[in-house]
């Protein structure tokens, strides 16, 4: 196969990450239940709470835990206190400091494809936060360019294209989000890998559409092997 560009997503492409905030979104509703919500409405205030600051203040664990707090002052009302807001900062420092944990079959593929193809880590969120993770997950060494953007849409894309100098019919972009990775990566007319994941962040859940480009979904990362 001809040497391509290929663009790799990292949170929950190359290392776990949403099913951490799964875990403290789930301990966040038990929280709330003393207060008479059920679960499911409680997470929809979550989630349009996340909307609304991810618009103000961008992604990453500050802006979630933020979110939090906002949620848990809307719902608790006058019986909010401070030693829950202090537990809700805890949580959120616990989920800052964890590790990015490599997915299996990531650091073997890695080293395959970056013999045969120019690899660029293309990641959003904010800029420190998502830095120190590539740092301490030790797979820079994998990729010609690392690039970390506030918002992943068509626009950003182009903009990528253009600076990397990637000819679209022999570029690639590799992720499991539809709403980030794939559709508008397909919709700047790049080629699009599509990994699923079981925790995807339902922000990012998404009808995956056709676009310029082709699409080819698969299971595992390292079944990228089979076909580049």
Same mark, same amino acid.
């Given at each position: 196969?001809?040497?391509?560009?290929?663009?790799?997503?990292?949170?929950?492409?190359?290392?776990?990450?949403?099913?951490?905030?799964?875990?403290?979104?789930?301990?966040?509703?038990?929280?709330?239940?003393?207060?008479?919500?059920?679960?499911?409405?409680?997470?929809?205030?979550?989630?349009?709470?996340?909307?609304?600051?991810?618009?103000?203040?961008?992604?990453?664990?500050?802006?979630?835990?933020?979110?939090?707090?906002?949620?848990?002052?809307?719902?608790?009302?006058?019986?909010?206190?401070?030693?829950?807001?202090?537990?809700?900062?805890?949580?959120?420092?616990?989920?800052?400091?964890?590790?990015?944990? #490599?997915? @299996?079959?990531?650091?073997? %593929?890695?080293?395959? !494809?970056?013999? *045969? $193809?120019?690899?660029?880590?293309?990641?959003?969120?904010?800029?420190?936060?998502?830095?120190?993770?590539?740092?301490?997950?030790?797979?820079?060494?994998?990729?010609?360019?690392?690039?970390? #953007?506030? @918002?992943?849409?068509?626009? %950003?894309?182009?903009? !990528?294209?253009? *600076? $990397?100098?990637?000819?679209?019919?022999?570029?690639?972009?590799?992720?499991?989000?539809?709403?980030?990775?794939?559709?508008?990566?397909?919709?700047?007319?790049?080629?699009?890998?599509?990994?699923?994941?079981?925790?995807?962040?339902?922000?990012?859940?998404?009808?995956?559409?056709?676009?310029?480009?082709?699409?080819?979904?698969?299971?595992?990362?390292?079944?990228?092997?089979?076909?580049?």
């Amino acid at each position: 196969m001809s040497r391509e560009t290929i663009l790799i997503d990292a949170d929950d492409t190359l290392w776990e990450n949403n099913v951490y905030f799964e875990q403290t979104i789930e301990e966040f509703l038990t929280l709330l239940e003393p207060f008479g919500y059920p679960r499911k409405y409680s997470r929809h205030i979550l989630n349009e709470t996340e909307r609304r600051n991810i618009r103000q203040h961008g992604y990453g664990v500050r802006s979630f835990g933020r979110s939090l707090e906002e949620t848990y002052m809307k719902l608790a009302g006058r019986a909010a206190d401070r030693a829950t807001l202090d537990n809700i900062q805890l949580r959120v420092n616990d989920l800052e400091r964890t590790p990015p944990k #490599v997915l @299996e079959g990531v650091m073997e %593929t890695l080293d395959y !494809l970056a013999d *045969r $193809h120019r690899l660029i880590l293309f990641t959003k969120g904010e800029a420190a936060e998502q830095a120190a993770k590539v740092e301490r997950s030790g797979l820079q060494i994998h990729f010609d360019a690392i690039e970390i #953007v506030p @918002e992943k849409d068509v626009a %950003t894309y182009r903009v !990528l294209v253009n *600076r $990397h100098h990637v000819v679209k019919s022999r570029g690639w972009m590799v992720g499991n989000s539809p709403h980030s990775d794939i559709n508008p990566a397909l919709e700047a007319g790049l080629n699009a890998v599509f990994i699923p994941h079981h925790a995807t962040w339902e922000l990012e859940h998404e009808e995956v559409r056709s676009g310029a480009g082709r699409l080819m979904i698969l299971m595992r990362f390292s079944d990228l092997r089979e076909h580049f």
